[in-house]
């Protein structure tokens, strides 16, 4: 008898279990008869409507809380990312000890996007604006500090180390978690493993997934150490009251070393070429596949028969339900936010069978996601003003540093045809020589870097050839405590390098509180809030332009960053475009998510992929994928990892990659 799937949400996640319920390989009979076959149905509903290919044009760029965002929406043009923006690369080493978003990597390589994946590189001298100070980390010394009077000398080094006095507690380099597995462990089990003085509220032995990480580091650093810190780190996220176990490990993800990437076609890119494979698979299968945008879940309740009933909305009117279906098993492919909506509704349902949402004991397990509000400003500019490396006369008192330059495999093949010596590009690409893929962001130590890798000195022409194919530019990003909080530069990045040059500038990317101060410039005065906030769904329409109020301010606090504290507004441009993303809207009503601290981590992301797992005597066939339940929390990766889990466990899909050493969920102590 035939089958149908449906699947609630088109961003990661939804596309990732769609993908995968098509190109899955299973080695069992059980597992077989749960697989689609010809004359089956996969439906996918979205809330909103993605652009993904000609035949599918929508309201905005595809990706849900990931979303491109091209100069004048021309794809050609140069591009800014307003949500999600990055992965972590994986090099293929399947060891537990190796980083790297692995099924991010996997999906690029199998979709054929390889070539298309770049350096997204940080700055290794970023600058910060802190206290009206203008400063470059490498100047930040005991005899020229951070304006901050933290305790033992903090301020005479970079704010990160705030995160490291506080991991000391648990974790240092020799001991403490190393693998993704024995971190799931430490969320379960770490504890404070030093003597701490009386004057400290804690003491060793302390569970550290029982404390809200914001207690933790104030009560280690004090006021102006966490102030440093939370100021200088650039997320306020990640000093909020979160789960302590969990924020060691996740503050380990913006050390040096981890070599991040991004798509040139823009991040948005890969989920075009998901839904491409998806209808491709489909119709190779016999399968029917039923996109269907503007619709959005309403209630979801497990019928007697073992079916799942649920409810849809218009996008038009959300709150209404419109039409009744029956599937055989549903995937809610959505953040906290969208499921509690559904919940809201489920709740007056008549039913004869299990409402999962509305359990206590999955309410309580969906409540250990803390939902973080993001924000994201975009300016496109005709010079870049901001870099090192301008020369224009409005060019900036402190610019960023971000000119570096990285030997990759495109520059050896670059160097390669201009007849750089074989064995010279060899030694540069041996990974014992651990300089490929390393940024410099000084040409004599990185002139010198490779000299060392070849046993041999370059020759002027050489040394020209190297920079030139070398040269690279970083996001940066600059950090201040104003709100704009980070500044991010994309540059030029066009595909086509002949049209006229523009450069991209993420001029405000902040979360938490500073959210709010800027959508109350949205309408600016002597103008009324006409839709409410809790109905204002500007993320599934894409990025808004920036009114005149908003642009001013943002040049003021730029000026700041980039000019000194008195510096006018008039130092910056008057920028070619300018867009904007709130995050904190629905229906995510959340760029990214943390868990809570007195929850067992581990449990939840077990359980809650299943919900009924967390009813006595209930098995409904309702599953819960996304970042915000996901060992990765914030990243696609987690997105990817949380429907990989669903289709191993209960659909008997064979893992994409061999997670021997990579779990993609906590797998609580096993």
């Given at each position: 008898m035939a089958k149908t799937y449906s699947i609630f949400g088109a961003g990661a996640s939804g596309l990732y279990t769609a993908w995968r319920l098509l190109n899955g390989i299973v080695d069992s009979e059980s597992a077989k008869a749960k697989q689609l076959q010809t004359g089956d149905t996969l439906e996918l509903f979205d809330w909103g409507e993605y652009t993904f290919n000609k035949d599918n044009k929508g309201t905005r760029e595809a990706g849900a809380r990931v979303c491109t965002w091209h100069y004048k929406d021309d794809p050609n043009n140069s591009y800014l990312e307003v949500g999600g923006m990055r992965y972590s690369y994986w090099d293929g080493n399947n060891d537990g000890k190796s980083g790297g978003h692995r099924l991010v990597?996997?999906?690029?390589?199998?979709?054929?996007?390889?070539?298309?994946?770049?350096?997204?590189?940080?700055?290794?001298?970023?600058?910060?604006?802190?206290?009206?100070?203008?400063?470059?980390?490498?100047?930040?010394?005991?005899?020229?500090?951070?304006?901050?009077?933290?305790?033992?000398?903090?301020?005479?080094?970079?704010?990160?180390?705030?995160?490291?006095?506080?991991?000391?507690l648990a974790v240092t380099a020799d001991s403490g978690p190393s693998t993704r597995a024995e971190w799931c462990k430490f969320y379960q089990n770490g504890v404070i493993n030093v003597d701490l003085p009386d004057t400290s509220v804690f003491k060793k032995g302390d569970k550290l997934?029982?404390?809200g990480y914001w207690n933790l580091m104030f009560d280690q650093l004090?006021?102006?150490?966490?102030?440093?810190?939370?100021?200088?780190?650039?997320?306020?996220?990640?000093?909020?009251?979160?789960?302590?176990?969990?924020?060691?490990?996740?503050n380990n993800e913006f050390t040096p070393g981890t070599e991040y990437r991004t798509l040139k076609t823009g991040y948005s890119s890969m989920f075009n070429a998901l839904f491409d494979d998806i209808l491709r698979l489909a119709k190779e299968s016999g399968v029917t596949f039923k996109y269907q945008p503007n619709t959005r879940l309403h209630s979801i309740l497990s019928t007697v028969d073992g079916k799942v009933r649920y409810t849809t909305a218009a996008r038009a009117n959300p709150n209404k339900k419109s039409a009744e279906g029956f599937t055989d098993a549903a995937w809610m492919a959505m953040p906290r936010a969208s499921i509690e909506m559904v919940a809201q509704a489920t709740r007056y349902e008549d039913h004869e069978g299990t409402d999962v949402l509305n359990d206590t004991q999955v309410q309580l397990y969906l409540e250990s996601a803390i939902l973080q509000p993001s924000y994201k400003v975009g300016m496109f500019f005709k010079h870049p003003w901001w870099a090192n490396n301008y020369q224009g006369d409005d060019s900036a008192t402190y610019p960023a540093q971000i000119n570096s330059y990285e030997v990759t495999q495109d520059v050896i093949n670059a160097l390669g045809k201009e007849g750089f010596p074989p064995g010279y590009l060899d030694a540069m690409k041996d990974p014992s020589n651990k300089i490929l893929e390393v940024p410099y962001a000084s040409t004599d130590i990185f002139i010198k870097s490779v000299e060392h890798a070849i046993q041999a000195r370059l020759t002027v022409p050489q040394e020209e050839q190297l920079l030139k194919a070398s040269e690279r530019n970083t996001i940066g990003p600059s950090v201040t405590d104003t709100p704009i909080r980070q500044v991010v530069y994309f540059g030029n990045n066009a595909l086509n390098a002949t049209g006229e040059?523009?450069?991209?500038?993420?001029?405000?990317?902040?979360?938490?509180?500073?959210?709010?101060?800027?959508?109350?410039?949205?309408?600016?005065?002597?103008?009324?809030?006409?839709?409410?906030?809790?109905?204002d769904t500007q993320t599934l329409d894409g990025p808004r332009t920036v009114p005149d109020i908003m642009v001013k301010m943002l040049r003021q606090q730029l000026a700041a960053v980039h000019f000194g504290p008195q510096s006018s507004y008039l130092s910056v441009p008057e920028p070619l475009e300018a867009r904007y993303m709130d995050w904190s809207l629905p229906p995510f009503n959340a760029g990214y998510h943390a868990y809570a601290a007195h929850y067992d981590v581990c449990d939840v992301q077990q359980k809650i992929r299943k919900p009924s797992q967390l009813?006595?005597?209930?098995?409904?066939?309702?599953?819960?994928?996304?970042?915000?339940?996901?060992?990765?929390?914030?990243?696609?990766?987690?997105?990817?990892?949380?429907?990989?889990?669903?289709?191993?466990?209960?659909?008997?899909?064979?893992?994409?990659?061999?997670?021997?050493?990579?779990?993609?969920?906590?797998?609580?102590?096993?």
């Open positions: 990597t996997k999906v690029i390589e199998q979709l054929g996007l390889t070539p298309l994946s770049v350096p997204f590189n940080e700055s290794t001298n970023p600058l910060f604006y802190l206290r009206t100070k203008n400063m470059y980390l490498n100047d930040i010394t005991s005899s020229n500090p951070a304006p901050y009077n933290a305790d033992h000398y903090a301020a005479a080094d970079s704010p990160d180390t705030g995160f490291n006095t506080v991991e000391n997934s029982d404390i004090g006021s102006e150490g966490f102030a440093y810190t939370a100021a200088g780190n650039g997320y306020t996220s990640n000093v909020i009251n979160w789960n302590s176990a969990v924020a060691f490990q996740a040059p523009v450069y991209g500038l993420l001029a405000a990317y902040d979360d938490e509180q500073f959210t709010t101060f800027w959508r109350e410039l949205e309408l600016g005065p002597n103008q009324g809030r006409i839709t409410p906030v809790s109905q009813i006595n005597g209930a098995d409904a066939n309702i599953f819960i994928v996304g970042e915000a339940y996901s060992n990765d929390q914030a990243w696609v990766e987690g997105a990817y990892c949380t429907a990989e889990s669903v289709l191993n466990d209960f659909f008997g899909v064979t893992p994409l990659i061999d997670n021997t050493h990579y779990p993609f969920i906590c797998p609580c102590g096993k």
